[in-house]
């Protein structure tokens, strides 16, 4: 990794987890302090998801996970935040409130990268923005067929006999 790299985007990939509502604590590591996150996920069958990969195994490969995923050309990415990110559309606006998202909304995220000083090598990843490029909003399809949130519901609803 050149030590003059500090700003990174990543990607499109998967959003599996966005924490802009709230603020999570110590949830993506023992040491972390309250604040913001996302994690997406890529596949490294594509050539960006392949590079994006190296990217972040250079910087400190702790930061690739491999829980989250239905494959094993699948990984994930976390970033994390003290403060708010800021949050684009794909049209590059500010969104003023952050809508519902489900699985398959897509997302890229915008990071800043703090090597580690003396010793130690690799470094974190800052969450600085993150765009939402899709949205899966968990709507009815039409088709009979109810996904995210409503399929939740649905399937409690099920559970529960009414």
Do not use: C
């Amino acid at each position: 990794m050149s030590t003059t790299t500090s700003y990174l985007t990543s990607p499109k990939g998967e959003i599996q987890f966005l924490a802009l509502n709230r603020k999570v604590s110590k949830d993506l590591t023992k040491d972390s302090v309250e604040g913001y996150a996302v994690r997406i996920k890529y596949s490294s069958a594509t050539k960006e998801g392949a590079a994006w990969k190296a990217t972040i195994a250079a910087i400190n490969p702790n930061l690739i996970g491999t829980k989250h995923v239905n494959s094993k050309d699948e990984y994930t990415v976390r970033a994390f935040s003290k403060f708010l990110p800021e949050v684009l559309d794909n049209n590059g606006n500010n969104m003023d409130e952050m809508p519902n998202f489900y699985k398959d909304s897509i997302g890229t995220a915008t990071m800043v990268v703090t090597p580690y000083t003396g010793n130690a090598m690799g470094g974190t990843i800052n969450l600085v923005g993150i765009v939402i490029h899709n949205i899966e909003e968990g709507e009815n399809t039409g088709s009979g067929e109810v996904n995210g949130r409503e399929a939740v519901l649905e399937n409690l609803r099920a559970a529960l006999g009414k």
